[in-house]
Every structure is written in structure tokens, then in C-alpha cells.
């Protein structure tokens, strides 16, 4: 059974378009971080969130946790095709646990 | 945030053969983890690399398939040993370092190996 599950598994959008992938816990977690990997390359750290309802943003990204911190939500706006790839979340049920990953949602933005 | 390189970045092997996958950090990092990624999956923890003693495996990775190295804090090596074409993944080091509000993992670009 999987700790952590993300939704949707595949998606495949045209440039301009917004979109929201999930990550979706039964379990609290201590903290939750985004990772984008791109095809022949490691996971690179996109945001660390720590606290219940807290949203951040980086550029045309926003990432939520949410208000149990179960869960967590990334929006990207105005979708390019450079957002292409997988996108990992990760998380922690306590600072000391090993980190846990989901098995990702994978992003294809077509020009 | 540290940065990480992997040696090699790729490589093609033999059933039976076994590669020594290197890890350099530019700094000191207590941490160090292995991860396999097999095509298509997402990451999944082999070992956490302990400096001075043994490594720290996690269930279905055995020392004798798997051993590692970690003789000081920037550098770490991991053998996939007697391969076969079920070890076919990219293999990926990762350090755990203090972010602004709990500690934070980062990745190297991994290394892909391909069994045949």
C-alpha cells in the first residue's frame, strides 16, 4: 500500500493551459516537499512546506499543504513546455523518519 | 545547497559483471543515501550511507548485492554486484542538509545502468 499517492498519474496539456496535480496522505506529515525531475536528470528540490494550510509560490507555481497536513496540492499556471516532467512529492512523518516518496505525476506540456 | 556528482553517469554491462558507482559532495554532509529508480517508478531507498561503520539497508537490499562505501563525509560508492538485467535503473545519491525549517534531501543526476 502506498504511504503517499499522487494524482493524476500521466498528464498531457498544450502550452498556455493551468493545471493541479495532488498528494494524498492518510497519514500527518511533519513536512512535504515538490521535486521535478526531468528525463536523464536527478529530483531537484522545488519547496519545502511545513505548516497546515501554508502556500508558497515560486514563479507560476503554488504549491499548498494542507490544513492537516495530509495532503498537498501544486497549481502551475500558463504551462510551458519546459514544465515537462515527473513531479515527486516526499515527505516526513516526523524529522528523524526516512523520507517517504509518492510515485509521481509525470507532465508533458506540448507546444 | 550542496552539489552533488555521480561517476559514471551511464554505463552498458554484462550479466554477471558488477560497477562501482562513485558519489562526490562538495561539502561535508552526515547524511548520504543510495536510491534505485527502475524506468518509469519512483525513487526507492536502498541504503542510507553511514561514515565509519556499515551501511544501513532497507528491506529487499542485502549488503552482498549492494555493498557500500563511506570513508569520509563528502564521499560515498555503491556496487551493484553479479548484475542482471532486473538491476537495469538509475541510480541515484542523495544528501540530507539543514533547510530554513527542517532538513531537506537533494540528488545527484543519477547514474543509468543498462544490464544486458
Known amino acids: 500500500t502506498q504511504l503517499l499517492e499522487q494524482s493524476p498519474q500521466f498528464l498531457s496539456i498544450q502550452e498556455g493551459e493551468n493545471l493541479t496535480v495532488y498528494c494524498n496522505s492518510s497519514?500527518?506529515?511533519?513536512?512535504l516537499q515538490w521535486y521535478r525531475q526531468e528525463p536523464g536528470e536527478g529530483p531537484v528540490l522545488l519547496v519545502t512546506?511545513?505548516?497546515?494550510?501554508e502556500v508558497k509560490k515560486l514563479k507560476r507555481l503554488t504549491f499548498q499543504f494542507g490544513d492537516a497536513r495530509k495532503d498537498s496540492s501544486l497549481h502551475i499556471t500558463a504551462a510551458q513546455p519546459g514544465d515537462t516532467g515527473l513531479y515527486l512529492c516526499?515527505?516526513?512523518?516526523?524529522?528523524?523518519?526516512?523520507?517517504?516518496f509518492g510515485p509521481g505525476t509525470s507532465l508533458s506540456v506540448i507546444p | 545547497s550542496a552539489v552533488i556528482s555521480q561517476k559514471p553517469s551511464r554505463d552498458i554491462c554484462q550479466r554477471g559483471t558488477s560497477l562501482t558507482i562513485q558519489c562526490q559532495v562538495d561539502?561535508?554532509?552526515?547524511?548520504m543515501f543510495w536510491y534505485r529508480q527502475q524506468p518509469g517508478q519512483s525513487l526507492t531507498l536502498i541504503a542510507t550511507?553511514?561514515?565509519?561503520?556499515?551501511?544501513?539497508?532497507e528491506s529487499g537490499f542485502v549488503i552482498d548485492k549492494f555493498p557500500i562505501s563511506r570513508p569520509n563525509l563528502t564521499f560515498s560508492t555503491l556496487t551493484v554486484s553479479n548484475m542482471s538485467p532486473e538491476d537495469s535503473s538509475i541510480y541515484l545519491c542523495?544528501?540530507?542538509?539543514?533547510?530554513?525549517?527542517?532538513?531537506?534531501?537533494?540528488f545527484g543526476p543519477g547514474t543509468r545502468l543498462t544490464v544486458t
Open positions: 542523495s544528501v540530507e542538509e539543514p533547510g530554513q525549517t527542517t532538513y531537506e534531501q537533494y
Open positions: 497519514s500527518v506529515f511533519s513536512s
Open positions: 512546506v511545513v505548516t497546515g494550510g
Open positions: 516526499a515527505a516526513k512523518k516526523t524529522s528523524y523518519d526516512k523520507v517517504i
Open positions: 561539502s561535508q554532509v552526515t547524511m
Open positions: 550511507a553511514n561514515q565509519g561503520s556499515e551501511a544501513t539497508y
